[in-house]
């Protein structure tokens, strides 16, 4: 009954978030209420209040860890947003193809999310094109393809998903096995949705973008403040491989050096002028109700979790499908509607490494649909997420413009990683 009252509430929950401009209710307070309420049924269910709140704040750690690197990557991004950083590289991009740049920036997100992960990619590259495309409708359709290009890259890596992560960690896969199998099929994911939007923007020409007028010292600053920003950023994986810290510990060390940085850039600034350029301010130009939003649909998801409902879910998938490559398919799917983390977990938990050995292609086939699968619904990944705030892009836009090109990519790189295995 309790499982079934909670799966009640998260549907309600998810459909509030859909219809989100419909109720004219902001997305950030449904996804808190679902979360809240999922928990409050488990608690007064169960009867042992302790147990479950010992529970909590041990998700909770976990939550925090993604929020955090996520503020401290926005917060980095913001500060290189404030510097006029950014206009940097939009003069390194000649094309004035749309179709063209449409390329470009889906193959950067591809190549970024895997030294990267998907996550700081998708905030660097949606602010990217924040520059190069002034028209909102366009944006939304390169942040569409900026989420499926990211979520794709770090699937093949073992730093660029956190499920890939897992699996590494967890002496599932091997580095150099998961990143020479998955590489192909990640890039399938990418190609079709790739060329359909391309074909939208064929013939279509970016308008000039109008530079902002720095002094020569504005300048400077712009371009120690980009490349300290991304050369951190990329530190930040290796950071996490030295000491085997959580990412956001590194992202948090990262966001203290940027603030050191830019603290010096500006100690013989006027403080008035100066304020705009420091992280103080970069902190308040942050979306934090996409943070908030972020939070409910993650206490919402871990409660499904403790309850045993993704675990039933997964076990259920094994008894009645009883083939791998349909398990792994289906879980692909359930990614974009609850956390890929605890599926992946409680696959890691039901398949130990005598059934399936380190590199089994059950394990790389798990990596590359938990890390695609997330594409075809926008909350459905860390990377949606943080892209949806950052473009206020709209669920149900999404699901009609995006969610089945995602789906279709989903689908190829499905298929090209079953007739690789074929040949193998």
Known sequence: MISLIAIIIFVLGYTAIAFEH???????????????????????????????????IAHLGDIASILFFLLGAMTIVELVDSHNGFDIITQ???????????????????????????????????????KLIPQREDRCWFAGMIIIAANAGGAWSPLGDVTTTMLWIGGQVSAFNIISQ???????????????????????????????VCTPKEKRDGRIVLISGIGLLLFVPLFK????????????????????????????????????????????KIDAPSILFFLGILLAVTALESIGILKSLAGLLEQKLNNDWLIGTVLGLLSAVVDN????????????????????????FLALTTGTGGSAIIIGSAAGVAVMGIEKIDFMWYLKKISWLALAGFFSGILIFLLLHQLR
């Open 182 to 212: 998955l590489i192909l099929p990640s890039l399938a994911v990418c190609i079709i949705p790739a060329i359909v939007i391309g074909r939208r923007f064929k013939g279509k020409k970016i308008q000039s973008i109008p530079l902002s």
């Open 341 to 364: 983390v605890p599926l992946v977990a409680a696959s890691q938990g039901m398949y130990d490494l005598n059934t399936y050995p380190m590199d089994h292609a059950f394990w790389e």
């Open 22 to 56: 419909t109720l004219k209710l902001n997305k950030a307070a449904s996804a808190l209420i679902t979360g809240v309420l999922c928990w409050t049924i488990y608690i007064v269910a169960g009867n042992e209040p302790e147990k479950t709140n010992e529970e909590i």
């Open 241 to 284: 491989t030295v000491t085997h810290l959580p990412p956001f510990m590194g992202m948090l060390l990262v966001l203290g050096l940027m603030w050191v940085i830019t603290t010096v850039l500006h100690s013989k600034t006027n403080p008035a002028t100066a304020e705009r350029f420091t992280v103080t301010h970069a902190l308040q």
């Open 92 to 130: 390194k991009i000649s094309t004035k193809s749309k179709s063209k740049l449409l390329l470009i920036i889906t193959g950067l997100a591809f190549i970024l999310s895997a030294l990267l992960d998907n996550l700081t990619t998708a905030i660097v590259m949606t602010s990217l094109c924040s």
